[in-house]
């Protein structure tokens, strides 16, 4: 499907002089769409590299206590006080997965052309 422009009398059947063809604007939608989707993906690997931190095991004891305070005189702060070896190994495994998964989406990202380094 082409289309004939006329500029200043003069026809022109595929392309205009310093405009883009139709397959160009469409491959340029493309990578636009990619590199939105690159930096959602970096938003996302972010979040979860933030969020895996805050189990970061080398923050266990302060966990373990703020939870033992938390639920302490309940139930739960019994389960925490009896169980803190099986607890401690849970949040150290959730920590290495959510780290993980947050590496994996800055890969992703950095596939899709987000994650550059700007040197000056």
């Keep these: 499907m082409s289309e ?6 003069e026809l022109e059947g595929d392309r205009l002089e310093g ?16 590199r939105l989707e690159g930096q959602r993906l970096e938003r996302t690997g972010r979040r979860w590299l933030l969020w895996s931190f805050i189990l970061c095991p080398c923050h266990l004891p302060w966990t373990l206590a703020i939870l033992a305070a938390v639920f302490g005189g309940t139930s739960l702060g019994v389960v925490v006080n009896q169980y ?7 949040i150290a495994v959730l920590y290495a997965i959510g780290v993980g998964i947050g590496f994996r989406y800055l ?7 987000a994650c550059k380094v700007r040197f000056q």
């Design 19 to 34: 405009d883009r063809l139709e397959g160009d604007r469409l491959e340029g939608d493309r990578l636009e769409g990619q």
């Design 84 to 90: 803190r070896t099986a607890l401690g190994i849970t």
């Design 107 to 113: 890969r992703r990202a950095k596939a899709r052309g």
């Design 4 to 9: 004939t422009v006329q500029l200043d009398g």
